[in-house]
């Protein structure tokens, strides 16, 4: 029984060998010279890899601000609040505050509901 096992998986990698020197056989349509100007250019965009630790190599990136730009944001977020100090506090709550008073928005909900825009009655 073994030798029988041993000789049907014998044949399936010998047939799977087969297969695969197949496709490796194709012809390349492009010519050394071309390969050879894009592995330059994309050596000139910085998008190859040289070892383990560049990878994925980084992209480069166009920023528009500024260091003062960016610390000035930071001082606007801190004094308004907004500012995350760890995962406690995700998402940050932004104050709120509204320039009516609670006398004010009561009177706006009885002129409302006057109106007949409010809930109606059972």
Not at 68 to 95: C, K
Request: no cysteine; glycine share 6%.
């Amino acid at each position: 029984m073994k030798t029988i096992v041993s000789a049907l998986m014998i044949s399936l990698s010998l047939i799977a060998g087969a297969a695969q020197a197949a496709h490796v056989d194709a012809p390349s349509t492009k010519t050394r010279a071309q390969v050879i100007a894009e592995l330059q250019e994309a050596s000139a965009q910085g998008l190859l890899s040289r070892g383990e630790l560049d990878y994925p190599p980084a992209l480069k990136t166009s920023n528009s601000k500024t260091r003062q730009d960016v610390r000035a944001e930071l001082a606007d977020a801190r004094m308004a609040g907004t500012l995350s100090r760890g995962e406690g506090d995700y998402p940050s709550e932004t104050p709120s505050s509204s320039p009516k008073t609670r006398a004010e928005v009561q009177a706006e909900l009885v002129a409302y509901n006057a109106e007949g825009h409010g809930p109606t009655p059972n």
